[in-house]
């Protein structure tokens, strides 16, 4: 249970750190959003990851939180990843 | 110097990168596949029942088994099934005389304590030690092999970070179809998404063979080895045997003893000295559940009373104790499954960047050859090495599994021809890499993988009865899970040389609205 929302926490706070970006931001949505817009999904994004790191650790004990966090920045990372690689796709089907 | 910091870092950064870097890859392969020893280990030994809670009847068996057959014996020992799987309840004694490491062994099963005619594998255990002893080659050579392909890993690693330079904005690129520009976002996506794990996992491997790399902090402070193993670690008490016979107390007594002096915790191996000596001395060695708990000391008990021997405790120290934390994050023993596959998958990660960064040195130079047709030898050698090891290796150990369930049970040096058949797959693939077109030898090589890799859960279903067909219904989760693993790499693999076959190469891009990628390579 830790584990998934670990999981869920790092992939939402990637997605939230990718949208935060103005090139992704023309890629998913067309148009840019305005800098303070970026600004706060760039700091919730980085707050969703250490929200993640503070429940893996009270839960699994730091040790072994950190190194389960560690593994699963990686994963929501390329969870984060493969959507933005696949996102036309993905648009393709949102919009049908 | 008039190169700037990140010119330099660049031509490190590729010639670190390449010349180790078959080795690199092979340690990646090996070492990923490590994370699954016991589980690997417990698929080859089909023979074996997916219980490993001992009872104390299995526990009477041994015992019986013990002073039946190896009665006279100088030593007896008894291994523990690891909770992982992979390992039935071990038996092995020594006879006066033989040689050090000539036991006689047999295998019980834990819950009924029957012995089981497993067949002669070298297992998971095999694929873990290849990825630092290698094979073939002594021992001390392949560490020192390994030592100085790790220091260049590091190297690597951090002098791709500093070429990398866009290492934040282009965090989510993945741009396919490009050419070189492509190889280089998987190679940086691969790299840069599992940085924590790549700095983790070479910096603590160099810390696992630290006695290799710099033996002089002993030879320094010690006359010998031996005698900073003395002073460090717990050490037995030294005892002769007395020549009266006495009975050796049974080994459900030495557990119950374990179990009150270190307060619950369980034996993984259990050594007995001189049995039915008056003298017997036997040594328990704690297992250790999870990485909270602290380290128990080995127990020595009187062989004959099942009263504990007093005994040197190891010596605490921070070095130790970091060393041990290094050591521990490395070889993963306390992770839980989830995180297991963590490990594996971060592996795999670290698999794909080696083997991207090779493929990488000759997409560069590709374009750049004065004939595309003929080029130069260095080229030549790399890109044919690559496909003999990065298509060769995963061949082998494909091979390794087949091998397992295709060899006769009696055989001779069963387990060394499986070994042989992983070396005889792969050496098979660098003569095919060298003698094909090289786009031909990809596509063939990548496509042989995908066929051995998706006729091992076949094999594996028409030679036990624990296939697919039944480890899922009957929840044999380390069978399923293992002929699934093999399924899905069958599918990299295929769609890996689907995508190879039907790539057709970029005429020369034109080189008019950028100037060429020059980062990370």
Known sequence: MIHLITALLSLAGFALLLMAMPRHQQDWLRRKLP?????????????????????????????????????????????????????????????? | MKQGLRQSMAWLHTWVGLVPGWVLYVIFVFGTAAFFQNEIDAWMRPELSSGTQVTPRALASADAALRARGAGAE???????????????????????????????????????????????????????????????????????VCVAALAMLVAILSGVVTHKKIFTDFFMMRFGKGQRSWLDAHNATAVLVLPFHLMITYTGLATLLFTLMPWAISANFPDRQEFYRSVFASSPEREASGMPAATVPLAQMVAAAGREWRGGVPSYV????????????????????????????????????????????????????????????????????????????????????????????????????????????FRLVE?????????????????????????????????????????????????????????????????CAALFAAVPLLNQMTTARGLLQSLPSADWTFAAFDLTMLALAAGFAFTARKVASHKPRPAPARKQRPPVEDAA
């Open chain 2, 271 to 378: 050594g007995i000295d001189n049995p039915g000596d008056a003298a017997a001395t036997a040594s328990l060695y704690a297992r250790r559940e999870d990485w909270k708990d602290d380290r128990l000391d080995t127990l020595y008990l009187d062989g004959a009373s099942g009263t504990v021997l007093p005994s040197t405790r190891a010596a605490p120290g921070g070095a130790t104790a970091t060393h041990r934390v290094m050591v521990d994050l490395h070889t993963a023993w306390f992770a839980g499954y989830g995180l297991r596959w963590l490990y594996f998958l971060s592996g795999l990660g670290g698999t794909a960047m080696a083997a991207t960064g090779l493929c990488l040195w000759c997409v560069k130079r590709r374009a750049k050859l004065p004939d595309p047709a003929r080029p130069h030898f260095g």
């Open chain 1, 35 to 96: 800098p303070g817009t970026s600004r706060l999904l760039k700091l919730g994004g980085l707050a969703l990851l250490a929200a993640g790191f503070a429940l893996a650790g009270q839960g699994l004990g730091w040790g072994y939180g950190t190194v389960a966090w560690c593994g699963w920045l990686s994963a929501g990372a390329a969870i984060t990843l493969t959507a933005q690689t696949n996102r036309e796709r993905i648009l393709a089907r949102w919009r049908r």
């Open chain 2, 384 to 448: 044919r090495l690559n496909i003999g090891f990065i298509a060769g290796a995963p061949l082998g150990i494909a091979a390794y599994f087949i091998a397992n369930r295709l060899l006769p049970q009696a055989m001779a040096h069963r387990a060394d021809w499986e070994v042989n058949a992983l070396f005889i797959a792969w050496g098979g693939s660098l003569v095919w890499a060298f003698s094909r077109p090289a786009k031909r030898a990809w596509v063939e090589t990548l496509a042989a």
């Open chain 2, 75 to 145: 030593s007896w020992s008894v291994s523990m099934p690891s909770p992982r799987g992979g390992s039935g309840l071990s038996l092995s004694w020594r006879m006066p005389g033989a040689d050090r490491h000539d036991r006689t062994s047999l295998v019980l099963d834990p819950e009924t304590g029957q012995e089981i005619q497993l067949r002669e594998t070298k297992g998971g255990f095999f694929l873990y030690r290849f990825h630092f002893d290698l094979h073939y080659m002594p021992v001390s050579w392949a560490r020192y092999l």
